[in-house]
């Protein structure tokens, strides 16, 4: 296989959990974030500052950082300048609880290319049924911070059976906030959502009615709708023909091989990037990966392990 | 490696190595251009 990974020296994209820990409760939640949930083992300010160096001198031109609760971890803000400062363009994923005015001027100081706020529901009794302990006048008051700095925001939407009905309200919000691009997709059997599903899962009434609404509103200029590959099963089913440009760095530093499956293919921690880039371009070659990818294409339900993390050998 | 070796045409000249033409880099530098727009909208970890 001669894959587009295989001509790479390193990764387009590194996206990177700095944290488990978060603010909110999601019932969503495809990374089980919750208060005090930070994993055993995360990545210290020392080490992760290591590894945004690694990145910087593997010249990878785009991170993302999210969790968890990216502001949520005590050196948010020097990793994100580090790589800023190298001009490393940078996207950063949050619930906006943290996002005041002061968080927004730092980060319009460095070469944010998104921030990405979780609009949930467009009334707070429906927002913090799904994000539990969420105030979502606070995101909303994120994305009018974001909007008055000129930073690119983008809106993302978790579509449950709670919060179905309020999903044009949110489309209509973040037209009204500026938004260049509304992210979406099928909700993922993964982590906290995994445990709640018979709870969450929309009705196939409610996904149809959803998906003919994100048609109407894409041929609406103004804003980007962003709900391709829909489901997990055609985003892994892509990745298997051709493998994305990504490492997915856990709060560990362990890099996963994709979001659905439980294959751990290298340790930051204990190698250097470029190493860790030859094992994920192996992982993709392996027939352990291949069978995964296979199965949870298939089956759905197979998804609920990704956080299973096992070991893979993946030795060049 | 591949190399060309000519042979000397009197004894008391050294045989010159010649290497062979350098192959293509075959390694690429990531650059941003290179990041598609869906690379950029869709985060692999998508609902946190």
């Known amino acids: 296989m001669s894959a587009r990974i295989d001509s790479l020296e390193a ?37 992760a500052l290591r590894l945004a160096a690694d990145i910087v001198a593997n010249r990878v031109p785009y991170v993302m950082l999210c969790g968890g609760e990216p502001l949520v971890s005590p050196h948010f803000f020097d990793v994100a300048e580090a790589l800023g400062a190298a001009g490393v363009a940078l996207k950063i994923e949050t619930n906006g609880q943290r996002l005041d005015a002061k968080a927004v001027r730092r980060l319009a100081a460095l070469p944010v290319r998104s921030v990405q706020v979780s609009l949930d529901g467009d009334t707070q009794e429906t927002y913090a049924r799904q994000r539990a302990g969420g105030s979502l006048a606070k995101a909303h008051a994120a994305c009018r911070a974001l909007q008055a700095a000129g930073l690119p925001l983008e809106i993302t939407f978790a579509p449950t059976r709670i919060n179905i009905a309020e999903a044009e309200a949110v489309i209509g919000r973040a037209r009204s906030f500026g938004a260049f691009r509304f992210n979406t997709g099928k909700l993922m059997r993964i982590g906290t959502a995994a445990r709640h599903w018979r709870r969450l899962e929309p009705s196939e009434h409610q996904y ?19 709900y391709e ?7 892994l089913r ?20 994709a979001a659905a499956l439980p294959h751990i293919c290298a340790d930051l921690r204990r190698m250097p990037l470029a190493e860790a880039w030859e094992s994920y371009r192996n992982a993709w070659r392996s027939a352990t990966v291949a069978a995964a990818a296979r199965e949870a294409i298939a089956i759905e339900v197979r998804h609920e392990r990704a956080n299973a993390w096992q070991p893979l050998s993946v030795n060049a | 490696m591949s190399e060309k070796v000519r042979k000397p045409k009197t004894p008391q000249q050294p045989a010159i190595r010649k290497p062979a033409a350098r192959r293509k880099a075959r390694w690429e530098t990531p650059k941003m251009q290179d990041v598609s727009d869906e690379v950029m909208a869709q985060p692999y970890i998508r609902f946190t």
Do not use: Y
């Not at chain 1, 149809?208 to 962003?226: H, K, N, S, Y």
């Not at chain 1, 590959?229 to 985003?235: H, N, S, V, Y």
């Open chain 1, 229 to 235: 590959p829909f489901r997990m099963e055609d985003g």
């Open chain 1, 11 to 47: 990764p387009l994209l590194v996206t990177w959990q700095l944290t488990r820990d978060c603010d909110l409760a999601c019932m969503h939640c495809c990374t089980e974030s919750a208060p005090g949930k930070a994993l055993a083992g995360e990545l210290t300010r020392d080490e």
């Open chain 1, 208 to 226: 149809r009615e959803f998906r003919a609404l994100l048609d109407r509103q894409a041929a609406i200029p103004g804003m980007e709708l962003c």
């Open chain 1, 238 to 257: 892509r990745s298997a023909a051709e493998p994305p440009a990504t490492l997915l760095v856990l709060p560990n530093g362990w890099v996963k091989v």
